[in-house]
């Protein structure tokens, strides 16, 4: 059985950077394109990022994500990131990694990932 998990959250201030760290164990995930999602106090999970399983392709859930966020990964460590930058207080949230039935990218619904970790804070005071 596959299990995610992640690390490197925390708190941070307004405009600093946190790297989001995601390890797969018990096999390998390859050929699944992985994402990144977010839940915040009262709201729904919500998409933040996904790349392919080869890690050519990455889509974001809109643009000013994309100017501050970056997803990548690594398959020889079986790990996958998320670096972003130029926090903001409305990216406090709990953020889930998950890897994905396919390997192509866009994947952005919750239903179409078959596993996921238990979440790291991230906080960012202003």
């Known amino acids: 059985q596959v299990q995610l998990r992640e690390s490197g959250g925390g708190l941070v201030q307004a405009g600093g950077s946190l790297r989001l760290s995601c390890v797969a164990s018990g096999g390998s995930l390859s050929s699944n394109a992985m994402g990144w999602f977010r839940q915040a106090p009262g709201k729904e999970r919500e998409f933040v990022a996904c790349?392919?399983?080869?890690?050519?392709?990455?889509?974001y859930a809109e643009e000013s994500l994309k100017g501050r966020f970056s997803v990548s990964r690594d398959n020889a460590k079986n790990t996958m990131y998320l670096q972003m930058n130029s926090l903001k207080p409305e990216d406090t949230a709990v953020y889930y990694c998950a890897a994905a039935a396919t390997s192509l990218v866009p994947v952005t619904s919750p239903s179409e990932y078959i596993y996921w970790g238990q979440g790291t804070q991230v906080t960012v005071s202003s």
């Open positions: 790349i392919s399983a080869n890690g050519l392709s990455e889509y």
